[in-house]
């Protein structure tokens, strides 16, 4: 599995409605052997309705500048952020969620 | 526990190699299943045939394509860095091997070779 | 967007040298002409008027690249199809004297600084004096 | 003593530097045209390109990282290689441009066709880019454009009606005789002119190339803030010069002969030797900035290494873009398609690709992941987004009055 195959897929909740796009992936950052900078482990897919946006930062540690902050958050949608053990199954079509994952 | 959005803070930074040489970018990222099931950053993909299949549309499929007719192995498995061998995330990403051992671009060794290699001074120290 | 090149092309053709429908467009036309057309004079009399200021090169540069630009300005102009109206075709005829006397005398100034006859440019330039008020006025007075 | 006389240079490379092909033809055109009225167009322009170069600067300083290492990745896969084509492609086009102005300001030395010097130009300039260090090629460059100065002398010594200049400078309009879409059509030229995505390219890949640190953000800034605008007061003389001297003659700029002209009338033979040589260092250091262009942003988007701080084989890549790019250029060029003519279309494409450069800078200048506590203050994000607006707004407009001029006939 890619992660360029997940962002961007769509996202339905138990009953098959629509919750939005994969925006990003947020992994948990764990010690790993050695020297190296850790091992990435898949906690939670970031699911938005917008496609552009996620990639400038401002729905995550970007504050400024003002103006682009604010047409940027303005915009319809938000950022939900679904755990992946709230993944049932995922394909080609799209990602489904268990029924615990409220959506 | 830190957490990272790989696409905000992963995926398109560029490689840098031990010695602080630009190796590649980070054209895309290979998941598997870990011990427990959960999907684990197992690799750097790197080149067209990692970088195509984001494009998407008419720029990917040409992409594809050209990777193709170039890839020096077969299949479509595009070249790969083990995540291991990641030391550091910043505005760059540091692997601790050389540009060399990594050999992720055999387009960059073949243009080498026939085309600048061949032109006089392509061995000039630079300033 | 595959329509697109066509569109410009038949834009740029019919912009260009296609038949001027009206002899207002026409009258615009050679107002543009004339004003275009005494830049490039000019430019040559002010070159030829500081001749001593600049190397032989400069000036040769300079007058060629007039003469050119004016020659081309001339046969842009002969190439428009004129409406059928009296007063077209007495701006033809103007313009085409005022034209035609300017190509002469910048060809007259090219031969003469390759040669280099300071006295043949300045009088050359001064003779063109007339043919430089002429084209502003006709300039002035078509234009919109 | 050393860090002074770094400085300094910068500074006289940035004037220069700044002036190109497109400056020169542009000013002087607009002042043939419209006197000083459109100053108010470069002046805008200059602060424009200071307020983003001065952002790509401390990024490169502070994270290392050039102007397209941000494009791609703020803007993604996609929306970065739209814009790699849209800024090669102006890029390229200035190059030819700049390879043109070299041949023709040779031509004006010589009186030998420019066509024939094309090659020349064009073979000296992939020596150099080849060949000679970064810093000398950027100094020396600079050093010999600062002969332009020769413009702001003429100026002088034509003792023009100052107020009435200056009167026209502060009072923007359309001059009697040109229309309104004629008059913005060259107000965005002139800002593209002095905005040129290339210039922060260059800017912040020189940076790189010269291995700024957060030490070197004091000298960064010292470069963009002392160095554009003195830069933006030449491309000012220029116009001057043919307002004062072309204007009332009726004359309308289109070739570099015409913008030397009122050097002639002012200064005489030995004051046009220099404005030629400045001609030709300005436009040859351009080309210098545009080839190296083109292979920065290529090899920046595709990751590969790139620069002149490596040998040229250890940036295989890189040297071949810059390569093919030059072949395009000159072939470009010996169409005898006229240099001022691309200039005009380029300028013009290049404020429609200015936004996808300028919003990624702007964004990461403002991300703490990259610069820590060097992020922008409350008086560059003010400039930063006030221009951007500015910037959306001359893309969107290039395009009317582009088509409703014909490029400005």
Redo the contacts between chains.
Sequence with gaps: ???????GRPVFDHTGRRIGLV???????EA??H???G?????AL?VTERR?T????YG?????????RGVLRGLPGQLVVVP?SAVASWSAEGIRLTDSAGG | MTTVDIYLQLLDRQVLDRDGRLVCKVDDLELQPGPDGVPVVTAILVGPRALGPRLGGRPGRWMNALASRLAATPGDDPPRIPFGAVTAVHSAVDVDRTRDELAVDPLEGWVERHIIGRLPGSGHAGG | MRWLPAVLAIAALTGCVGPAPTTGEYEEKAAHTAADALSQLQTARLAVGNAGRMPASYLETVLVDAEEAFGSIESTFDSIQPPDDPRADRLRSDLDGLLSDGSDGMTQLRVLARRSDAAGLRSTAEQLVATADGLGRFAREHGS | MKRVFGVALGILTAIGGFVDIGDLVANALVGARFGLTLAWATVLGVIGICVFAEMSGRVAAVAGRPTFDLVRERLGPRIGLANLAASLLVTLLTFSAEIGGVALALELATSVNYLLWVPVAGLAAWLVMWRVRFSVLENTAGLLGLTLVIFGVALWRLNPDWPQLLNQGISPGNPPGEGLPTYFYYAIALFGAAMTPYEVFFFSSGGVEERWTRKDVVTSRVNVFVGFPLGGLLSLAVAGCAAVVLLPQGITVDTLGQVGLPVAVAVGKLGLAVAILGFVAATFGAALETGLSCGYSVAQYFGWQWGKYVRPREAARFHLVVLVCLIVAVGTVLTTIDPITITEYSLVFSAVALPLTYLPILVIANDPDYLGARVNGRVANLFGTLFLVVILVASVAAIPPMLATRAGQ
Aim: proline share 8%; aromatic share 4%; net charge positive.
């Design positions: 599995m890619r992660a360029g195959e997940l962002l925006a990003d992936l947020r992994c948990v950052q790993g052997p020297s190296s900078w091992v990435l482990r898949l906690d970031v552009v996620p990639r400038l930062g995550r540690h970007q504050r400024s500048p003002a103006l682009l992946w």
